[in-house]
């Protein structure tokens, strides 16, 4: 076998790794004090008049908004940062998981009800309640 790239969830140094940053000091926010590890972080492709480039960014768990990470001493590479759309779809299935488990059962159709009736569909949530679903 030959070892082509080692995976980063093996990485110490990405393990230990955390910054502190306050939301807003580079872009809007709340000015909230937030501990970040290597997992809060997604990837974010911009380009504008000034050129292209990848941010490091994370969500601030108060005000939602994306807090900017420096780029100064991270010790990972744009290739070992997840992309933004799949940080979020796995935020959001880390939710919906905690939301089935925190609700009992006979409450899951009227849940996944309120979940649909805002916007919110994906496979993940019709397994979820996929019992109940069938039931009704
Ligand atoms: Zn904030």
């Known amino acids: 076998m030959i070892l082509l790239k080692k995976g980063s969830s093996g990485n110490p140094a990405l393990k230990d790794w955390k910054v502190e940053i306050v939301c807003g000091e580079h872009a809007y926010g709340c000015g909230a004090e937030l501990s970040v590890e290597f997992k809060d ?44 759309p799949a940080w979020l779809r796995f935020k959001r299935n880390a939710l919906l998981m905690q939301l089935a488990e925190e609700t009992p059962a006979s409450r899951h159709a009227e849940l996944h009800d309120a979940l649909t009736e805002d916007g919110i569909e994906c496979t993940l949530l019709s397994k979820l309640f996929a019992a109940e679903l069938q039931k009704g």
């Open 41 to 84: 972080i997604f990837k974010h492709a911009e380009s504008n008049s000034y050129g292209s480039g990848i941010t490091y960014r994370s969500k601030c768990p108060c005000c939602h908004q994306d807090v900017m990470i420096p780029h100064e001493g991270v010790p990972f590479e744009p290739e070992d940062v997840i992309e933004r």
